[in-house]
């Protein structure tokens, strides 16, 4: 098998497995879906120009994302879309429940610090030591910030519908409204 094949398969494999979930973390920092979509692209471009596999592929390509979506966000014109574009922080194919709507709603709440830590550690089921590594944060402030953002979002579930109706604002909240968005989610916490 060539270089170029060996190269290609690692990174298809890599992409197989971890586009959606690097897709959703490009939207916990802020990005559209098309910016976040652009931005994998330019990420997996890269790791094809690279001559062999990094040790750890999947922390990498987190790294990298979040490297290139971060200097993504410095444009200036990008910014202005961006922020035009806030309302529809996240975009589905079809019409969201009620209760997507209110967990979206609840998740775009939250400082985009504490949102960030919380898909890691629920989306891509990031230890906090990696989070810390990742973010450059020690990993007791990581540990911090995913208790205050759980926090924050059981209070916000709380107050959009009544606990008996819908079920929010039990102790598992978060865990509800991320099933929700991402019904194959399994704990992590």
């Given at each position: 098998m060539?270089?170029?094949?060996?190269?290609?398969?690692?990174?298809?494999?890599?992409?197989?497995?971890?586009?959606?979930?690097?897709?959703?973390?490009?939207?916990?920092?802020?990005?559209?879906?098309?910016?976040?979509?652009?931005?994998l692209?330019?990420?997996?471009?890269?790791l094809?120009?690279?001559?062999?596999?990094?040790?750890?592929?999947?922390?990498?390509?987190?790294?990298?994302?979040?490297?290139?979506?971060?200097?993504?966000?410095?444009?200036?014109?990008?910014?202005?879309?961006?922020?035009?574009?806030?309302?529809?922080?996240?975009?589905?194919?079809?019409?969201?429940?009620?209760?997507?709507?209110?967990?979206?709603a609840?998740?775009?709440?939250?400082?985009?610090?504490?949102?960030?830590?919380?898909?890691?550690?629920?989306?891509?089921?990031?230890?906090?030591?990696?989070?810390?590594?990742?973010?450059?944060?020690?990993?007791?402030?990581?540990?911090?910030?995913?208790?205050?953002?759980?926090?924050?979002?059981?209070?916000?579930?709380?107050?959009?519908?009544?606990?008996?109706r819908?079920?929010?604002?039990?102790?598992?909240?978060?865990?509800?409204?991320?099933?929700?968005?991402?019904p194959?989610?399994?704990?992590?916490?």
């Open positions: 060539s270089e170029k094949t060996s190269s290609s398969c690692w990174v298809q494999s890599l992409y197989q497995a971890k586009a959606a979930e690097v897709l959703l973390y490009g939207r916990a920092l802020g990005l559209s879906q098309v910016e976040a979509e652009d931005v692209q330019e990420t997996f471009l890269g094809l120009k690279l001559s062999a596999p990094p040790l750890q592929p999947a922390g990498f390509v987190i790294r990298c994302f979040r490297n290139r979506a971060l200097n993504h966000r410095r444009s200036l014109w990008r910014r202005i879309a961006r922020e035009f574009e806030a309302h529809r922080w996240f975009e589905s194919s079809g019409e969201p429940s009620k209760k997507e709507e209110q967990a979206m609840c998740l775009a709440q939250l400082p985009q610090d504490q949102r960030e830590i919380i898909v890691l550690k629920i989306w891509h089921q990031e230890t906090f030591e990696s989070i810390g590594r990742l973010l450059d944060l020690s990993p007791n402030t990581a540990a911090g910030r995913y208790r205050y953002g759980l926090q924050k979002l059981r209070e916000l579930l709380k107050g959009c519908n009544d606990d008996a819908t079920g929010f604002g039990r102790n598992d909240a978060p865990m509800v409204a991320a099933k929700t968005i991402c194959g989610l399994r704990a992590a916490f």
